[in-house]
């Protein structure tokens, strides 16, 4: 029975900590995407592009880790979230296929270069923008009847969807921006200190629309931050986000510590992540599909299990040193061949 309950647990952190881990180090990258078109030539897109250039394909394997462990853990969840958002899933794949096809190409291209940096920007904007749709929907819950989805082609369609949509599109922005203070100087590092504050206010302005909005999507997410003094225990996740914000919002045009504006930003997400899995816990499918009812016998999680004992530390360690590696400030005429 203990085994029965916890498993669904350390799996349900283990797909979320994949999820976090995705959206903080690959947002970055596509944040750079979203904000090309402000580049003011081709050379400062390079600039750009090569501070992620020996580092962004590594950051996708945590969204594959993410599915996979969804797959292994709750076949159930899998099998309802994809043949639910099988179209914003299949848009969202696509444009991640076309960012990285523009970001190898744009580099080899003379003649076409302009075009590829246009496909890049357009690619990340799509990616982001389907990543939010796909979180709004998983959020919003989905229509069930007998453990089947009955919502439609088009059930993730709905206000709250391109809202969260939005929201992901200008929090990558941001994630952006802070990273090209964290790796660049000069006329590029004052460009994102200036497009970094407007930023907080619009991802500080989204977060509180989502966050309003939250509670009234389900009768349950209204009890889990309200009912028997809930909110009390939760209410330092909100207050810290304003918190952070502000810090934020001031580190942005602090001159000395780059670095800082980029770890606020990481915080940032991380708390408004934090804020989303305790408004849905412990549904892994809302309103009605928890991560008990989801699960895969306990003999085949456990056995899964074991292979990410070894394969967790071996992603965390060649993280860790590819970031170690080209830490640093990217100067203007580094280049990627």
Known sequence: MQ???WLPVIWFGVIGFGVLMYV??????????ILAPFAEDEHQL?????????IWDGNETWLVLGGA?????????????????????????????????????????????????????????????????????????????????????????????????????FGYALLGACWLILKTGGE?????????RPLVLVVVAFIGLVSAWLPFLSSKIMARWFDTGNFWWLSPVPLLVLLVAFA??????????????FILTLCLFALAFAGLVLGIWPYIVPPSLTIWQAAS??????????????????????????????AGKVESDSGYH
């Open 24 to 33: 903080l180090l690959d947002g970055f990258v596509l944040g750079l995407g």
């Open 248 to 261: 934020l919002w001031r580190a942005a045009m602090e001159q000395g510590r780059d670095g800082k504006p």
């Open 69 to 169: 462990g969804l797959l292994a853990a709750f076949p159930k969840a899998y099998a309802l979230i994809l043949s639910a958002l099988y179209l914003p899933v299949l848009m969202m794949l696509i444009a991640l296929v076309f960012r990285g096809v523009a970001f190898e190409f744009r580099f080899k291209a003379e003649r076409s270069k302009w075009l590829w940096g246009w496909a890049f920007a357009l690619g990340s904007l799509c990616a982001a923008f389907w990543q939010g749709v796909i979180l709004g929907a998983i959020v919003e819950g989905m229509p069930l009847q007998e453990g089947k989805y009955v919502g439609g082609m088009f059930g993730f369609f709905s206000p709250f969807s391109m809202l969260t949509g939005a929201a992901v599109v």
């Open 3 to 5: 085994m029965e309950y």
């Open 297 to 326: 016998p306990p003999s085949s999680q456990g056995f899964v299990l074991v292979g990410l004992v070894v394969l967790l530390p071996v992603i965390l360690g060649y993280t860790w040193w590819s970031y170690r590696v080209f």
């Open 46 to 54: 390079d600039h750009m592009m090569n501070t992620a250039a020996p």
């Open 188 to 196: 590029l590092q004052k460009t994102a200190r200036t497009l970094a």
